[in-house]
């Protein structure tokens, strides 16, 4: 997607764009992809070379499939090979509920993460992968990106940049900290297993273990491998390291004669990989010429699977008042997007945050869990107020 004239160019900081989107994950690609359709030019960069896995449970609910609908990349997932996921079983000590899981897909992240780049550059954006950017100065008329590639450092000039760098974001000059990260956040560990030798968890079945320490999700995605993806606290991953941690939560069902979980055999395709904090806010939405989405605008713990979900809405939601930035000053396309983004995904993710602080309470989980057994119907609220069975606001609400 990026040739050596192109290289050339960005290393003598001649390459000028109205658009940087920082980072290819689906917050960063549904940005690019609804700019670069209303025609306006875009460069998404992303420092991973293809292809690129990250930890990801890689469902997709309905209100991400909803809005991949929307985008018009329904058919291009359906052809990835995404598999219907419709039943959770939920596991907590010796207790079981199977519950129906509406409108669910589950796909690898670098299939999906390909697939989304893909519909940038087929949209006329430009896409380049290995290219890590290393900080963003305000300039005159714009933004100055000094970005790495290849180890060599260079240059590209923006009117506007969004971050879309995912947990953690980018820091700019002069700001100490870009985010609150909450006490006791657990962090994220995910690997990816072979899965010939391993029956405990079919295709079309999200296994979510929920332990004192921690959860843990595993699923056979589109090319039949095991994604095992977990929360966890940090003292668990000090004391056990990554593997040890996830053995240990699943341990915590009885293990594999009394009908538990356990970790699948031998080494994993990739990973263990880990994530920073999870559970933390952007301090500042917006900055400047500076717009963030995804991860790196705020995250909770990811028990409902819907970051991917806010990652799109977002980002498809921030296209216009990035729009607006591009054509005039910035600061009123700062605070309309701000707010926005409070409307759009900060009331859903509160709902996120008092679930995190139930599954803290071993013996309510449980007892949670032992209730949703003998009557799966329970659950329906809880879909509901989580977004299975709803949708996330849509965008078009947001337009300044
Ligand atoms: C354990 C776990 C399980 C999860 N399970 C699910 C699930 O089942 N379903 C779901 O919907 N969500 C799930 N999530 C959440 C989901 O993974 C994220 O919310 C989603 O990926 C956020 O998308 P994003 O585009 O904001 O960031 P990301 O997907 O993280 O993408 C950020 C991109 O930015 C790039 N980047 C970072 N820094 C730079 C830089 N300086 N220069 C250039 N590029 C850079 C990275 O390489 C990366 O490609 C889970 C998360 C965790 C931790």
Known sequence: MTSNDD?????????????????????????????????????????AELPRWKVCGGCLGPAALELLGELGLMADLIGAGAVPIPVM????GSRRARLRLPGSLSISRYRLDALLAGAVAKA????????????VTPVDDGMEVRIREDGVVGRLHARVVVDATGLGGLHLPGERSTEEVASGSRVGLGAVFPSAAYHMCPSGELQMTVGRDGYVGIVRTEDGLLDVAAAVDRDLLARMGPGGAVSELLASTGGPRSGGNRLPDGEPSFGWRGTPALTRRSIRTAE???????DAAGYVEPFT???M?????GGVALAPFVRQAV?????????????AYRRIVERRQRMCRLLAHGLRRPAVVRAVVGALGVAPVLARPLMDATGRDSRVPLPTLAAP
């Open 124 to 135: 006329g954006g430009e896409v380049s992968f290995g290219v890590r950017v290393e900080g």
């Open 327 to 339: 054509a005039g000053p910035s600061d009123r396309a700062a605070a309309g997007w701000t707010q």
């Open 7 to 47: 290289l050339g160019k960005r290393r003598t900081g001649l390459v000028r764009h109205d658009v940087v989107v920082v980072g290819a994950g689906p917050a960063g690609s549904a940005t690019a992809l609804t700019l670069s359709r209303a025609g306006v030019d875009v460069h998404l960069v992303d420092r």
């Open 288 to 294: 400047g010429a500076v717009f963030r989405v995804g």
């Open 89 to 92: 079983e939920l596991r907590a």
């Open 305 to 307: 699977g819907e970051g």
């Open 309 to 313: 979900g806010w990652a799109l809405a």
